[in-house]
């Protein structure tokens, strides 16, 4: 292999490392949705502007939803107050939400607690209305997915570079072509 295509091959390799570390950051961040909740009387509004007024910047807050978890900052009027959240998913509800509960357990009693009234019924009776509020399961594993998909991709293409860049590959998905395969298929899961 030429000089040229070599040094392709090794930025190829560095690209595939960059590109492998934000799949990962962006799967393990907290803060892919961020919601300022601010009560103000009994009204609960969201504003993306901090309050100068002390007396309606207490009860505010700030909430970081992530892929795998979360944050709840929230000031109730005696100081902020931290909370860890987690996703909790039922496949059988098709439906997704964060909790602060403890264990997995508690998280899905606490879904099963917001879906379904004590007797069994549904909380709300528009189906719909309700799942417009909680995070969709499907959307949630074709995200988790995609991006585990890719990030397979990122590694598989690192790895032949690696092997492209110390020796001649004579077949067509260990060489220069399958690099450029690999990538391929790796930036069509990130669509």
């Excluded at 709840?72 to 059988?92: A, M, P, T, W």
């Excluded at 964060?98 to 917001?114: A, C, I």
């Excluded at 069994?120 to 189906?127: A, W």
Aim: proline share 1%; aromatic share 12%; glycine share 8%.
């Amino acid at each position: 292999m030429d000089t040229t295509k070599r040094c392709l091959v090794c930025v190829v390799f560095i690209i595939n490392c960059v590109t492998f570390a934000l799949i990962c950051t962006a799967m393990l961040t907290q803060e892919w949705v961020i919601v300022k909740p601010v009560r103000t009387g009994l009204n609960i509004s969201i504003r993306n502007t901090e309050l100068t007024d002390v007396e309606s910047s207490r009860f505010q807050g700030v909430i970081y939803f992530g892929l795998f978890n979360g944050k709840k900052i929230l000031n109730y009027g005696f100081g902020d107050r931290s909370f860890e959240l987690k996703i909790v998913c039922v496949s059988k509800l098709k439906t997704c939400m964060y909790s602060s509960k403890e264990n997995s357990t508690e998280r899905v009693r606490d879904l099963h607690e917001n879906f379904y009234l004590e007797n069994g019924d549904k909380n709300i009776t528009e189906e719909d209305s309700f799942n417009d509020s909680l995070p969709d399961f499907n959307s949630w594993i074709v995200t988790v997915s995609s991006l585990s998909l890719a990030a397979m991709f990122a590694i598989t293409g690192g790895a032949f570079a690696i092997v492209n860049a110390i020796r001649n590959s004579a077949e067509m998905v260990f060489g220069f072509l399958g690099i450029l395969i690999w990538n391929s298929f790796g930036s069509g899961g990130l669509v």
